[in-house]
């Protein structure tokens, strides 16, 4: 099968990346300097310890890392304006559910102002060709239903993080209607889409409330996982297939300009729309067989706030425009999580080893 990402394109290129101390961003840095593009990243310090980034040198492969708030506007747009970017990739943001219930005004400020300070940054640097926004799949109005989610069903949002993400829609389409519009592109130059991946899974993700890094830090405690919801399907996904898909998006934009605007959806093959339950039983099958553990879970009895059941993407347009489409199974991606985890816990070269994993990605 061709590789659907070109290096040969983003060799040179030059590409401003928000969230880059984070578990996505992480991994796109070491993806594109890997091809040969000029990355500056903008992020905050990440808050975990371990974390992707220090553990995997993240910085070491950027031209500028600039610790800064994506809430901080005078920065942001300082920061964009010295790297002249040709690409922006956005990605900065607080991406977690739970921690939205508790934070509902940070995770606001950071999601929706930080869209919009990203996108009047954009305005001011004359150098930007191509935007792709990363919102999620949880910017739908969620209807509880069997069928996959297509890019022109209303947004919605149950908890505040999923609604920040329908607000980071909204405030795309309508930066791009008025100031980034299809009949003045001759005069602005830039194409701009969003784009809405389901549940992430990889090596190097350490924050909390999330099924894998939840996983491991209880295994590595010797006590059972509990599971909140087990029988909730999402969209899961390896972290190589969305960025993947954010990287051919960023070339068609570049390249086609505003025909390829608008919204995209990069989610699993349908298959791999799987509940938690089964999941979390083939990650502890792989654990336990590699590791020589006997790791297990059991279901959380506690009150819980809401969190969608039934989550699955439409990825058509995706397939049919941008000839993209998931490559690896749930199978495949579990297996290259466990072999990250293990060669972290034998303290090899991180890096390395998701040069590997991006090399045999791209192969498959
Ligand atoms: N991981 C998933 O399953 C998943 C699924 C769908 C969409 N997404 C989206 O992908 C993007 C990356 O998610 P991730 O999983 O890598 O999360 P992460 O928490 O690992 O990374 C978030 C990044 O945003 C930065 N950030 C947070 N607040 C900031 C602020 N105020 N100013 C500047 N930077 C700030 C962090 O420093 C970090 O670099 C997010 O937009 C998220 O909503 C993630």
């Not at 905050?44 to 070491?60: D, I, M, Q």
């Not at 409330?209 to 599971?227: G, M, N, W």
């Not at 293990?342 to 998701?354: G, I, T």
Request: include cysteine; hydrophobic fraction near 40%; glycine fraction near 6%.
């Amino acid at each position: 099968m061709k590789e659907a990402v070109d290096p040969q394109f983003w060799s040179g290129k030059k590409v401003f990346l928000t969230g880059h101390t984070g578990f996505k961003g992480g991994w796109l840095t070491v993806w594109l300097h890997s091809m040969g593009a000029k990355v500056s990243g903008y992020a905050l310090f990440p808050n975990t310890k371990p974390n992707l980034y220090e553990e995997a040198r993240v910085s070491g492969l950027c031209d500028h890392s600039f610790i800064g708030d994506i809430r901080d506007l005078l920065t942001l747009r300082q920061a964009m304006n010295q790297v002249a970017p040709d690409i922006v990739i956005h990605m900065a943001a607080q991406p977690l559910v739970r921690y939205s219930y508790e934070n509902p005004v940070e995770t606001y400020e950071t999601n929706v102002m930080g869209t919009v300070h990203l996108l009047e940054a954009v305005r001011t640097c004359p150098s930007v060709r191509a935007v792709v926004i990363v919102t999620t799949d949880k910017c739908y109005e969620n209807k509880e239903w069997v069928w996959g989610y297509r890019e022109n069903e209303p947004m919605g949002g149950h908890d505040p993080y999923s609604n920040s993400k329908g607000c980071a829609e909204l405030i795309t389409a309508a930066y791009r209607q008025s100031f980034f519009s299809e009949v003045n592109y001759s005069s602005h130059r830039v194409a701009m889409a969003s784009a809405r991946a389901g549940n992430v899974i990889g090596g190097g993700d350490w924050s909390t409330d999330r099924l894998i890094p939840d996983a491991i830090a209880a295994f590595e405690k010797k006590v059972p996982l509990l599971i909140r919801n087990p029988l909730a399907i999402r969209p899961w996904q390896h972290v190589l297939e969305p960025l993947s898909g954010y990287l051919v998006l960023a070339q068609s934009l570049y390249e086609q300009g505003v025909a390829f605007n608008g919204a995209w959806n990069f989610g699993p093959q349908d298959g791999d729309a799987r509940t938690v339950q089964e999941v979390i039983t083939l990650f502890i099958a792989q654990w336990n067989q590699r590791m020589g553990e006997v790791a297990s879970w059991q279901q959380d009895h506690q009150f819980q706030p809401h969190e969608a059941h039934l989550l699955k993407l439409d990825c058509s347009k995706a397939g049919q425009y941008l000839h993209w489409k998931a490559k690896w199974s749930l199978e495949a991606a579990v297996d290259a999580i466990v072999q990250w985890h293990q060669a972290f816990q034998r303290k090899e070269d991180l890096q390395v080893l998701m040069h590997e994993q991006i090399k045999m990605y791209c192969a498959s």
